[in-house]
């Protein structure tokens, strides 16, 4: 979540798109309070227990800590809503119990005892049970004895091993000199085919992106104490601003095309938490945040000389890089109103 601007400082009143919602007023957002990669066979048994009697699909009330599987959270588009968790459960739970690779003699029967078969969708268990016997050609109270049991294992199984079958996907390294089909002897992860992609290469260069504008910051902070003149505190504060703007428009080529959620190594992220990642930012309105980005965007391959020269070509530019300078001069705790 983000700060809202300082007294005084302008805002935008007209609707934000993309990354500009960033630099209005924070809103709450549910946190996942868990990650559940290593479950044990008997926790997620139990888990499933619980779905089984109401019968699927599963519902918020019924998802339990299942939803917070990993191979669970990593096929959810947001974290933050427990309906999509729920939605990515229920695909699992599909593909899992159609298949009962651990019970596949059972595998016709499964979808009907857990409410998945045509006609079975709502109703009792009593009713799932009969109906699951008649797919398996036993006797319910047989079923309900002997088979249901290891049913309820098998699919607690399937769960267990797509989730420690899931994998998070490396956005760079190193390939082997020697063996291109595996990671670089030194540990570094390689390039598989599926991540030359342009989501891919977008997401490393905002994690980049978010890393120099905290490398930025950190030069402003030993700026700003350097006794010796070393350090420029003026060529400090405009490369973090064109670190900013950087990130601004990167940002926003990724939530435009893809969406809120950008992933590394197995970490997600929605971009206003992303952007707080650096360190702090400062309190622009959407319209300002827009306009940086539009600078950028104009400065073209220049680069920071490039984007120092856009800036200053203009009255608004002007505005934002002295605004800027006022805030990295004053100190970034001045600028959330408290105290240096």
Known sequence: MVDSAPSGAPMDQTPALGVGRLFEPAYAREVVPEVWTVPDASDIRVEVRRVLRPGLPATIQTAGRLQYLSGVLARSPRLDEAALRVVALNRVFEAVITKLEAEPALASGAPALFGLAPGTT????????????????YDPEYL??????????????????????????????????????????????????????????????????????RAEFIAVGLAKVNKDGSRDFDAATDNALYAMALQLHLLDQYVSTYGERIMRSGLEHHVDYLVRIAGWHPPFSAAEAAHLRMIIMRAGAGGLAGFQAAIEATDHGRSLLTQWRKWMTNGWKDAHGDPK
């Open 122 to 137: 709502g109703t009792t268990l009593t009713v799932r049970r009969e109906r699951a016997a008649v797919a398996l050609g």
């Open 144 to 213: 309900r004895k002997h088979l249901e049991s290891r049913i309820v294992a098998a699919v607690a199984e399937g769960l267990r091993t797509d989730t420690l079958r899931y994998h998070s996907r490396t956005l760079f390294g190193g390939y082997d000199i020697d063996r291109h089909e595996r990671p670089a002897t030194d540990g570094s992860p390689s390039v598989e085919p599926e991540d030359l992609v342009h989501r891919e290469e977008l997401s490393a260069r905002i994690w980049s992106a978010v890393y120099l504008l």
